[in-house]
Every structure is written in structure tokens, then in C-alpha cells.
């Protein structure tokens, strides 16, 4: 319909592995992903969030932080608690 | 009233936090119209912020506001009843939705507002493994140590699960040492590949993070550049009233035309202006001083 170029997103496009040489990895060093300790596993883990919409992005990475009992950590993508980047006035449906 | 896909990762796994934040999103997105609009017109229109937008940051943006090139990669599942309007949208990261939704708006000239928004994507995260909050109360809060080694290992996520659109080159056991301190890769380190990777010279990857799938080639380096490409700067101005309702008057060119836009000013002034992103995205008449706005990638007048 349109004459717009359009680029597929990411997850659309199929991404090939071009081989250069074969070279097996030695597993003695490091360690296979799904193979970590329990530890280890938080430590090097990603939960994918449902945020709700209540609080701010940076409020539940604090109560993940608290629940799990972690030092750290953060989230990639800030989802506004509702009023987003560049609306002028507070909503009263905000505090729910 | 935002929800939807957040992904966090936890102490160590806080630094690929970078790759995150340049994968591409997805939303679905309720839209409010302020007057019922033809549907051909709201549809043509929502077809016109498909491919590549100029989009100035709200004001309560995270960053720098000026006007920066978005590319949105669909606007699908489009469902309408009368002003409302339901659309999924894929874009790039950093495209704000609600300025998207107020583009629309001004570019129909009835004016929208975004009334719900949720994030049904982020990079390889989709709603088909997300958990709420609870889910990980009931870890905090399991019996037994088996139970929550069960349920730590359903609901985190390895941090390798992260990189599946992003571009990788996987290097020899050997190069992994030198890398790790600091070394430049060398072709020989390399084992495999994925396509797509482009080469750039060290002097234009200062500050630059991964090379994720979306910042694209010299673009990406460019951070800041010029917007509208004029001699005087007393075209640019910074006022901001509405747009004129239904005030059209250009289309920003594509392919060989690619950000150059011509149009007639009230007064019969004939403007012509290279569009460039990072910059103020407005243009002033020389002889009646009618401002002009570029909108997703439409002028208005203003």
C-alpha cells in the first residue's frame, strides 16, 4: 500500500551465525548458564516483571531487591507509574 | 497507567542492563481521539508514523530535548470504536508512546491523548514468561529450600537469555584473557558470527556501550547534529502554541529525498529545509514569520 521502507524489528528478522573456524569451547573454565548454583543463578539472574501500575519502575526494583534479599539491581526501560515524561498535570487516578 | 514487560536484572547481572536499553519495544496502546475522525484518514495517517519519525522528547523527558529520528517498525491490530482507538506499536528504544499518540493527534488536527499503555515487549522478553509481583513474594516466602529453588529457577531468567536479538561475536578461549583486560579483538580471536555487524573505527565508538541491534551504523556515533540546516539562526525559535488544525502542508521526502521537505508558507513563500535529527524542529518564515513544525513526518503550521 504504502512506498515507505520499512525495516523489520528485531524479533522479526532472522539472524544467521556465520562460522569462521570450528572451535569447541573447554568447559572447565566458567560455567554452562543453566548449570549455575542457586546462588549463582540469582546472582547472574533476569526476572521478566510484569510491572503494575501503581508505583514507579524504581519503587519495585526496590521491593524485588527487599523480597529476594539482594544488594542490587536494576531494570532496563522505564516504565512511567502513569503520569509519563512530559505530561503537564498530575492525574488523581496516579495515587490508586 | 503503565504496565506491562520490565525486565530486571539482579546484582552481578546489572551490568547488561545497556542491552536492555537498546532493544526495540513493543506496545499496545490505547489512544483517546479528541473528535471522531474518518477512519480512512485516522488510518492513513497512523501510516505515515510507520518507518522513520522525528520525535522531540516530552518535557519531563530523561533526556536531552531535541529532536531525535525514531524508527517505529509497525503500527498493527488497529481497532477502533468511535474515538478510541487500540493499536499495537513496535519501535525502537527511546521512542516515547504518548508524544507518538499526541503526534497523531496534531497531525489529524483534532488532537489525542494516550490512555493506557502497556509494554508487551522488550527485546527477546514478551508477555509469555512474565511473573508479577507475587510470584516473587511466594519466593521470598516458600516453606522449603527445595520449593524455592523450584521456584527461583522457573522465574529467573539466566542473563544469557538476554542477548538473543542482539548481534554476537563468540571468540576463542584463547582471545577471552586478553579481551577481558582490555585488548582490541583481533580477527584471528574470532570463531563465529552473527551477520549484520558493522565495523567502526575506535575515534567514533568513544561512549558507545554495545553496538545492539538499534543503534544503526553512523547514525548511532552522531549523536547530536543539526536539525534544520539554516544560516540565520532567528528562524529557530522556541514557542510552542498548537498546531492549526488540519494544517498540513508537507510530507518529509524519503529515499533520495530523504529530509529534504518543500512547501508553500501562507504569505506564498516557497520554504525549503534539510531536516536533520538532534536539533530544534522548527522553521520560521523569512517574510511573514509564521512558525512550522515538523510532526512524526509532517509540517504543521503553527
Given at each position: 500500500m504504502s512506498l515507505i521502507p520499512r525495516e523489520k524489528a528485531p524479533?522479526?528478522?532472522?539472524?544467521?551465525?556465520?562460522?569462521?573456524?570450528?572451535?569447541?569451547?573447554?568447559?572447565?573454565?566458567g560455567c554452562?548458564?543453566?548449570?549455575?548454583?542457586?546462588?549463582?543463578h540469582v546472582r547472574f539472574g533476569l526476572i521478566n516483571l510484569d510491572k503494575p501500575s501503581g508505583p514507579s519502575s524504581h519503587e519495585v526494583v526496590a521491593w524485588v531487591e527487599k523480597m529476594l534479599g539482594l544488594k542490587h539491581a536494576g531494570h532496563g526501560g522505564t516504565l512511567e507509574a502513569c503520569l509519563q515524561a512530559g505530561e503537564t498535570q498530575w492525574s488523581p487516578a496516579c495515587y490508586h | 497507567m503503565v504496565t506491562g514487560v520490565l525486565p530486571l536484572a539482579l546484582e552481578d547481572a546489572t551490568k547488561i542492563i545497556q542491552?536492555?536499553?537498546?532493544?526495540?519495544?513493543?506496545?499496545?496502546?490505547?489512544?483517546?481521539?479528541?473528535?471522531?475522525?474518518?477512519?480512512?484518514?485516522?488510518?492513513?495517517?497512523?501510516?505515515?508514523?510507520?518507518?522513520?519519525?522525528?520525535?522531540?522528547?516530552?518535557?519531563?523527558?530523561?533526556?536531552?530535548?531535541?529532536?531525535?529520528?525514531?524508527?517505529?517498525?509497525?503500527?498493527?491490530?488497529?481497532?477502533?470504536?468511535?474515538?478510541?482507538?487500540?493499536?499495537?506499536?513496535?519501535?525502537?528504544?527511546?521512542?516515547?508512546?504518548?508524544?507518538?499518540?499526541?503526534?497523531?493527534?496534531?497531525?489529524?488536527g483534532v488532537g489525542a491523548h494516550?490512555?493506557?499503555?502497556?509494554?508487551?515487549?522488550?527485546?527477546?522478553?514478551?508477555?509469555?514468561?512474565?511473573?508479577?509481583?507475587?510470584?516473587?513474594?511466594?519466593?521470598?516466602?516458600?516453606?522449603?529450600?527445595?520449593?524455592?529453588?523450584?521456584?527461583?529457577?522457573?522465574?529467573?531468567?539466566?542473563?544469557?537469555?538476554a542477548f538473543v536479538y542482539v548481534q554476537k561475536i563468540f571468540i576463542r578461549d584463547s582471545a577471552v584473557n586478553a579481551?577481558?583486560?582490555?585488548?582490541?579483538?583481533?580477527?584471528p580471536g574470532i570463531v563465529r558470527l552473527t551477520d549484520g555487524i558493522k565495523v567502526k573505527s575506535r575515534h567514533h565508538e568513544q561512549g558507545e556501550g554495545f553496538g545492539g541491534e538499534d543503534r544503526e551504523g553512523s547514525n548511532a556515533s552522531r549523536h547530536l547534529s543539526t536539525f534544520v540546516e539554516v544560516q540565520d539562526k532567528s528562524f529557530l525559535t522556541n514557542r510552542s502554541p498548537r498546531a492549526v488544525s488540519g494544517s498540513r502542508l508537507g510530507l518529509v521526502g524519503l529515499g533520495e529525498e530523504q529530509?529534504?521537505?518543500?512547501?508553500?508558507?501562507?504569505?506564498?513563500?516557497?520554504?525549503?529545509?534539510?531536516?536533520?535529527?538532534?536539533?530544534?524542529?522548527?522553521v520560521r518564515c523569512e517574510k511573514c514569520g509564521q512558525d512550522y513544525r515538523f510532526y512524526g513526518r509532517s509540517v504543521l503550521r503553527w
Open positions: 524479533w522479526e528478522r532472522e539472524q544467521s551465525i556465520l562460522d569462521k573456524i570450528q572451535e569447541e569451547t573447554d568447559p572447565s573454565f554452562i548458564p543453566e548449570k549455575r548454583s542457586l546462588d549463582q | 542491552v536492555f536499553l537498546l532493544t526495540g519495544k513493543e506496545y499496545v496502546c490505547l489512544m483517546t481521539l479528541h473528535d471522531s475522525v474518518p477512519t480512512t484518514k485516522l488510518l492513513s495517517i497512523m501510516e505515515e508514523f510507520v518507518g522513520e519519525i522525528y520525535q522531540k522528547p516530552p518535557l519531563r523527558a530523561a533526556v536531552k530535548r531535541e529532536v531525535r529520528k525514531r524508527r517505529v517498525y509497525y503500527i498493527k491490530d488497529i481497532e477502533i470504536d468511535d474515538r478510541l482507538v487500540l493499536f499495537r506499536v513496535g519501535c525502537q528504544a527511546g521512542t516515547y508512546i504518548r508524544k507518538l499518540v499526541s503526534d497523531i493527534g496534531e497531525v489529524l494516550m490512555r493506557e499503555l502497556r509494554r508487551t515487549r522488550a527485546g527477546p522478553f514478551t508477555e509469555e514468561t512474565i511473573y508479577n509481583l507475587y510470584d516473587i513474594l511466594e519466593i521470598s516466602q516458600a516453606e522449603s529450600q527445595e520449593k524455592r529453588e523450584e521456584l527461583v529457577r522457573k522465574i529467573i531468567q539466566p542473563m544469557e537469555s579481551i577481558c583486560h582490555g585488548a582490541d579483538l583481533a580477527i529530509n529534504k521537505v518543500e512547501f508553500t508558507c501562507n504569505c506564498g513563500n516557497e520554504i525549503k529545509v534539510i531536516v536533520n535529527p538532534d536539533n530544534d524542529n522548527e
